[in-house]
Nanobody, 119 residues
Framework: QVQVVESGGGSVQAGGSLRLSCQAS????????MGWYRQAPGKQRELVAD??????KYVDTVKGRFTISRDNAKNTVYLQMNSLKPEDTAVYYC??????????????WGQGTQVTVSS
């Protein structure tokens, strides 16, 4: 019913930048919240940033470095990551809370995209 596809991950040097994209598609009526999570080996998954309407939220460790934005017409969310640090290395997952065209709401996850930051 719904596909959530991420792109933009890769390997960069510390101080570099990456831009992640995530598009939700399928039998979607509307999207309530889109967000980015990350999980490093041996660590719990954590919320990095999310966006609801015009409101954004960030985990303290990325404030001032990451920016989340949204294109509602395309059901797409972006995460601009600047001044990357080795501790940002993780698999980044996109999450979309959507209202389906059947008027059933549900939450969907992308497959994850690897971000590796070397020192």
């Amino acid at each position: 019913q719904v596909q959530v596809v991420e792109s933009g991950g890769g390997s960069v040097q510390a101080g570099g930048s990456l831009r992640l994209s995530c598009q939700a598609s399928g039998t979607i009526f509307s999207v309530n919240v889109m967000g980015w999570y990350r999980q490093a080996p041996g660590k719990q998954r954590e919320l990095v940033a999310d966006i609801t309407g015009g409101s954004t939220k960030y985990v303290d460790t990325v404030k001032g470095r990451f920016t989340i934005s949204r294109d509602n017409a395309k059901n797409t969310v972006y995460l601009q990551m600047n001044s990357l640090k080795p501790e940002d290395t993780a698999v980044y997952y996109c999450n979309a809370d959507v209202l389906l065209r059947t008027l059933r709401s549900s939450e969907y996850w992308g497959q994850g995209t690897q971000v590796t930051v070397s020192s």
